[in-house]
């Protein structure tokens, strides 16, 4: 009788640790399924430009898209690796070209631009392709006003950098849920200087400073999007005592912008994230007395608006399907 009680309770006990063994495996194969499936999503943004949400954005998209308005400077390499790629873009709708060199487009680079544009212009979609020829070579060209615009908001960007197309879709997204706003992906700080004794006196703070204090009060034309009216107010509104100092320091014609766009709206602007590939060597930024140039331009602007317009924000826009948590 013993004998046969202690039998069946080493018999409980092993059917218990077998249960246990199955129930744990169960969990270790889940881990592991759940970890396959979130790398093998989050991949493709590691080795490239593409991605596979920007299938999500094509089902979703608006009818009305954006313009793409890039500044280019005697770079016909980058600026054909950068039409290219955003040809690709699902919501692009047109290409304005900001072209301020002495000679005019050479007729190579205009039948190579045509062919990229055309094999992109499917599926009803007509992709526009211009080149806005300026006389004068001014960094106050990059925001003429176009206007025969298509679509209400232009995506101002660098012919040095990319973005992948999702990147470029969510932030026209962004920017559709507050179109006065600037939206973009270059963010900059502005603080007051206490150094100076008083509240009139402002820094200029590059990337470092908006990573150390996660406060940030402009975003760089060089990869933003804006309403179009923004050039027309650019244009004829502007101090021209501002657009004088952008024309003769070939600087600052961003932090300008920044200052129309917030003493219009009152508002911050909109950092989004994402992932920005370099394709051409450093700028002016990696010039010596960058960063007190630029302060310079700030406390120069204040005097010109009579006021700091710029508006400090912590807000900023991800892509919840590429991060880990959310």
Request: proline fraction near 4%; glycine fraction near 6%; hydrophobic fraction near 40%.
């Amino acid at each position: 009788m013993r004998t046969n009680m202690f039998n069946r309770r080493k018999w409980r006990q092993a059917t218990m640790y077998a249960v246990g063994s199955v129930k744990v495996k169960l969990l270790l194969s889940c881990c592991i399924v759940f970890a396959l499936l979130a790398f093998t999503t989050r991949t493709p943004s590691f080795v490239g430009w593409k991605n596979r949400s920007d299938a999500l954005y094509k089902s979703s998209l608006p009818k009305k898209g954006y313009a793409l308005l890039i500044n280019t400077w005697k770079r016909n390499d980058l600026l054909k690796k950068s039409i290219s790629h955003y040809a690709s873009c699902p919501g692009l709708q047109s290409i304005h070209i900001v072209w301020s060199e002495p000679d005019p487009p050479s007729d190579s680079i205009i039948k190579y631009l045509n062919h990229v544009v055309q094999l992109h212009s499917k599926d009803g979609r007509e992709i526009e392709l211009k080149f806005d020829i300026n006389k004068e070579d001014s960094l106050n060209n990059r925001f003429k006003e176009i206007k025969d615009l298509k679509t209400d908001v232009v995506f101002s960007i660098d012919d040095d950098i990319i973005f992948p197309c999702a990147s470029v879709e969510l932030a026209f997204s962004v920017w559709q849920s507050a179109n006065d706003a600037m939206v973009g992906f270059v963010p900059r700080v502005h603080w007051v200087d206490e150094s100076k004794g008083d509240q009139g006196n402002f820094v200029y703070g590059g990337w470092w400073s908006v990573w150390w204090t996660g406060t940030y009060s402009m975003v760089l034309s060089k990869a933003a999007l804006f309403h179009k009216k923004y050039l027309s107010l650019y244009t004829y509104e502007m101090p021209a005592s501002i657009r004088e100092y952008v024309t003769k320091n070939r600087n600052c014609e961003d932090i300008a912008m920044s200052f129309l766009v917030a003493n219009a709206t009152g508002a911050p602007p909109i950092w989004v994230k994402g992932k920005i590939f370099e394709i051409g060597s450093t700028g002016i930024s990696s010039l010596g007395g960058h960063s007190e140039k630029r302060t310079e331009c700030v406390n120069r602007f204040v005097a010109e608006f009579g006021k700091m317009p710029l508006v400090s924000t912590t807000v900023k826009a991800v892509d919840s399907r590429n991060i880990w948590f959310w």
